[in-house]
Structure formats: C-alpha cells, structure tokens
C-alpha cells in the first residue's frame, strides 16, 4: 500500500528556531507538492516539484522558508527562523504530473511555534 | 484562471439522510475534478474524480458526483449519511495538462447529528 509519509507529525517548537520537515514521495511518483492548511487561510500551496527541480515556490515566503528535494525519495520544507505564525498544519503531496495531476496526500506535519 | 467556489462553509446532516455539497469550478477548457475528504487530524483522501466520459462518477464511501458543464458544477452527494462521514470535503479542479497544481476550493465541514 504505497503512502506518502512526513514526520515529524507533530512539532513544537519556540520562535526563532529552525524547523525541517520531511516528505516520502510515493515511489515513482515525479511531482511533490508543499500545502499549508490553516483555519484562517485554508489549504494554501507553497511550493512544487516535478523530477526534484522546483517549478514554483511563489506561494513561500523566501526570506524563511526554503523546499529542497535532495533526491527523488527526499523533499524537505524548512523554516528558519520559526516564527508564531507559521504554526499550521504542513501536507506534502505526490502525484505522476498526468491526468490533472492527481495528488496523494500524506498525513501532515502540525508544527505549533511559541 | 482556475478557481473553484465551495458555497457552503459547515453543513449539519442526520444520519441516514441524504447529503448533496456543492462546487462550482471555473475553468476555460476541460476540466480535471476531483473531491478530497479530510477526517480530523488527518490528511485529504481522494474520494472520486472526473476526467471524461459518463458525468455521473461513483467514488468510494458510497459517494457520487455528477459533472454539469451547463452549471459548471460538479456536486457531491451520499444518499444516506453515516455518522463516519462527518469530516472537511474539499473540491478541486486541474488541467488537462497536468503541469500546473490543482486548484481546491475552501472546504466545507459536514456535521452529522443523530
């Protein structure tokens, strides 16, 4: 049963700290995507891959967040430094880039900074 | 540009009895759909999705979704609600080309009472 996983799932963490969040694309899977879900905001896409080069980051604010795929099993979402209102729920999704672009989801992370 | 309008923020259901959310896209060509389910503290899970050919897509869960391009609607309904079912839904759009993310609408929360 190929899943997308994340850890860590849960992450608390103080303001000014450095988060990294990772992602296991499902196997084969060439496209991988960054969302960030908040009550306010809803389920906003930050940042997406296709064959691990980025395609478009414009939804990331740059001057704290970067997204990295180090190879084809490995994307990583960091946040340096950490601020409050960064706390939210972080999905990574995967897809093959056809047909829509179907996506699956993993289980997120939900990192709360205080 | 892709957009997709989930009119209804929280609906509130009886159990057993029937369900309809709606989603209207905006696209200019063909669109991919789908609908997502999110049960707290998890991530989305694909529920169905539309790509071409019969209008009327049965999904998992006892779910179905009927694609109207006259309406540019693409609603989702169960005939009978489960208690189980109450969760975030969420309805996205994608591109006959794949290259570009999907694009998903607010959500709307399904509350079901007995």
């Known amino acids: 049963d190929a899943r997308v996983t994340q850890t860590p799932r849960d992450k608390v963490t103080e303001m000014g700290q450095e988060v990294t969040m990772r992602c296991q694309p499902i196997l084969g899977h060439n496209t991988v995507f960054w969302y960030r879900q908040t009550m306010m905001q809803g389920l906003e896409l930050l940042a997406y891959?296709?064959?691990?080069?980025?395609?478009?980051d414009s939804g990331m604010p740059k001057d704290r967040f970067s997204a990295e795929m180090p190879d084809a099993t490995l994307a990583t979402l960091k946040i340096q430094p950490s601020e409050p209102r960064d706390s939210a729920v972080y999905f990574c999704?995967?897809?093959?880039?056809?047909?829509?672009?179907?996506?699956?989801f993993g289980p997120g992370t939900r990192l709360t900074v205080l | 540009a892709q957009s997709v309008t989930q009119p209804d923020i929280h609906i509130t259901v009886s159990e057993g009895a029937s369900l309809e959310l709606r989603c209207n896209y905006s696209?200019?060509?063909?669109?991919?759909l789908f609908w997502y389910v999110q049960s707290p503290g998890q991530g989305l899970q694909l529920l169905l999705k539309y790509f071409s050919g019969d209008t009327l897509v049965q999904g998992i869960k006892g779910f179905e979704a009927e694609f109207k391009r006259s309406q540019s609607s693409f609603n989702l309904r169960k005939p009978s609600v489960h208690w189980s079912d109450a969760a975030e839904y969420f309805c996205?759009?994608?591109?006959?080309?794949?290259?570009?993310?999907?694009?998903f609408g607010k959500g709307t929360r399904l509350s079901v009472i007995a």
């Open positions: 999704a995967s897809g093959t880039g056809g047909m829509g672009n179907e996506q699956f």
């Open positions: 891959f296709r064959n691990r080069a980025p395609l478009d």
């Open positions: 696209y200019g060509a063909t669109p991919y």
């Open positions: 996205a759009v994608g591109a006959s080309s794949g290259n570009t993310p999907l694009v």
